[in-house]
C-alpha cells in the first residue's frame, strides 16, 4: 500500500517597512493632506499628526485661520507692515505691504521703507513737488513744504488765515503772526478756524439766547396774570363791601313800612242796637 504525503504549503506576505510621513492607507497609496504640518500623518488613519499648517482644529484641520495669524495650527501673527495685517496663512509672506514700506527681495518681508522722494501703497507714488523731493512715505505729505505765499499744510493745500499779518503763516503748522486788529502783538495766532466752524458756534450762540428769550417772556406773562388776577379779585371784593349797606338799608325800609302799616290799619265802628241795650264796637 503506498502511502501518499500531501504538503500544503501557505504563502504569507509580511510588510517589513511603513509609509513614509506624506503617505498612508493600504500599500501606502494615499498622499497626506496638504493642510497637515509638514505632510505628516498617520500611516493608518491619514490623521495628520503633527498639527496643522495654515488651519486650526488638529488633527482633522478644517477650521482657518484668524485674520492676522498663519502658521503651525495659527499660532503665529502675520509680520509686520503687512497691509490690513493680512497675509499667507501657510507662509506668513504679506500679500501687499503697508503704507510706506515695500517689500525686500531677500526676505520676502514688508521690512523696507520707502526710497526718498516715494510713497504710499508699495512705494508706488512720487512727492508731490511742492516737498521738494522729500515726504512722509505713509501719506505723501511734505516733511519741509516750502508753501507759496499765503498757502500751508500737506501739499500746500489749505490757506493762511486773513488774521495772519500779511496772509503770511508757518507752511506746516499753520501758526502766524496776529494782525493787531485781531490779537495782542505778542501773541501767535493758532492755526486759522475754518469759516465753517464759526457759523456753527454762532448759530448755537442764537438758540442759546433765544431760549433765554423765551423762557424770560413766559415768566413775565406768568408775573402779570397772576397780577391781574389779584387785582379783579380785588375790585370784585369792593364791589361786593359797597352793596351790602344798600341791602341792609333797604331791609330797613321794608320793615318799618309793613310796620306802619300794621299800626296804621284802618279802624271802623259800628252800632249795634238791641231791644234792651245799646253799643259800639270797634272792628
Known amino acids: 500500500m503506498r502511502l501518499v504525503a500531501v504538503i500544503q504549503v501557505s504563502f504569507l506576505c509580511t510588510c517589513l517597512q511603513a509609509c513614509t510621513k506624506s503617505k498612508w492607507g493600504e500599500n501606502c497609496e494615499r498622499n497626506c493632506n496638504g493642510r497637515c504640518f509638514n505632510r505628516s500623518c498617520d500611516a493608518i488613519t491619514g490623521l495628520c499628526d503633527q498639527g ?13 485661520c484668524k485674520l492676522g495669524y ?40 514688508c521690512d523696507t521703507e520707502c526710497d526718498s522722494g516715494t510713497w504710499g501703497l508699495m512705494c508706488n507714488s512720487t512727492c508731490s513737488e511742492e516737498c521738494q523731493g522729500d515726504c512722509y512715505p505713509a501719506n505723501g505729505s511734505c516733511l519741509s513744504p516750502v508753501c507759496p505765499h ?15 499779518h500779511n496772509r503770511t503763516c508757518n507752511s506746516v503748522t499753520g501758526v502766524c503772526e496776529c494782525r493787531s486788529a485781531f490779537c495782542h502783538e505778542k501773541a501767535e495766532s493758532l492755526p486759522p478756524t475754518s469759516w465753517v466752524t464759526l457759523f456753527k458756534q454762532s448759530l448755537q450762540l442764537l438758540h442759546f439766547y433765544a431760549l433765554l428769550a423765551a423762557v424770560a417772556v413766559v415768566c413775565v406773562y406768568v408775573w402779570l396774570l397772576g397780577k391781574r388776577e389779584v387785582r379783579d379779585f380785588s375790585i370784585i371784593k369792593l364791589k361786593i363791601c359797597r352793596l351790602r349797606p344798600k341791602e341792609t338799608r333797604s331791609e330797613n325800609i321794608t320793615a318799618k313800612s309793613s310796620e306802619n302799616t300794621t299800626t ?13 241795650s245799646s253799643y259800639t264796637s270797634i272792628l
Open 52 to 64: 496643522c499648517l495654515g488651519y486650526t482644529g488638529p488633527p482633522k484641520c478644517l477650521g482657518n
Open 70 to 109: 498663519y502658521g503651525l495650527n495659527c499660532a503665529t501673527r502675520c509680520p509686520e507692515n503687512c497691509k490690513e495685517d493680512v497675509c499667507d496663512p501657510n507662509s506668513g509672506r504679506c500679500f501687499l505691504c503697508a503704507f510706506g514700506y515695500k517689500m525686500s527681495p531677500v526676505s520676502n518681508l
Open 150 to 164: 499765503g498757502k500751508w499744510g500737506d501739499n500746500c493745500h489749505k490757506t493762511c488765515s486773513r488774521r495772519c
Open 264 to 276: 296804621s290799619r284802618p279802624v271802623y265802628f259800628s252800632s249795634v242796637a238791641t231791644e234792651h
